[in-house]
């Protein structure tokens, strides 16, 4: 039975790795649940309590980072209430469309949004590459994060 746990867990924490770069899949809060089971198979014994402490407090700021870093650049940028809903509904459109859409359909979403709000375009892409940058910086601060956490679950491991 331990075994299949320790399988549960590498499998929640791989998983959790890809779904940081994918939209659909709670990447962070995978990777944490992956090192709280391990934990939790070791009785806290090889990975303490302190090592899933500090995974918590960073999966909670990995969570935080992935909505702030989008909605300050788009508010900085001047987006309205709907430039903000188009960027949402352009990243769970991108979730179907495959890469080129998991990257492109934000910025898209975005100016649309912000077009309908203004009916200026040069706003509306200002606002909608302000919103895509956005996400590009949250999904690279996302990625450290994990990475962090796995690799602070290594160490922890060997150590």
Sequence with gaps: ??????????????????????????????????ILLAAWIGDFTVISGWTVGLAAVLAAIGFAVDYVAQLVSAQRAGATPLGIAGAAVG???????????????????????????????LRAGKVGV???????????????????MVGIFIAALII
């Design 1 to 34: 039975m331990t075994t299949a746990l320790w399988i549960v867990a590498v499998l929640m924490i791989v998983v959790g790795v890809a779904g940081t770069v994918l939209p659909a899949l709670p990447g962070v809060i995978f990777v944490f649940g992956g």
């Design 91 to 121: 990243t769970v459109v991108g979730v179907f469309t495959g890469l080129i859409g998991l990257l492109f359909m934000p910025l898209i979403g975005a100016a649309v949004g912000e077009f309908i709000a203004h009916r200026d375009a």
């Design 130 to 148: 302000a919103t895509w940058v956005g996400l590009l910086v949250g999904a690279v601060l996302k990625l450290a994060i994990v990475f962090t």
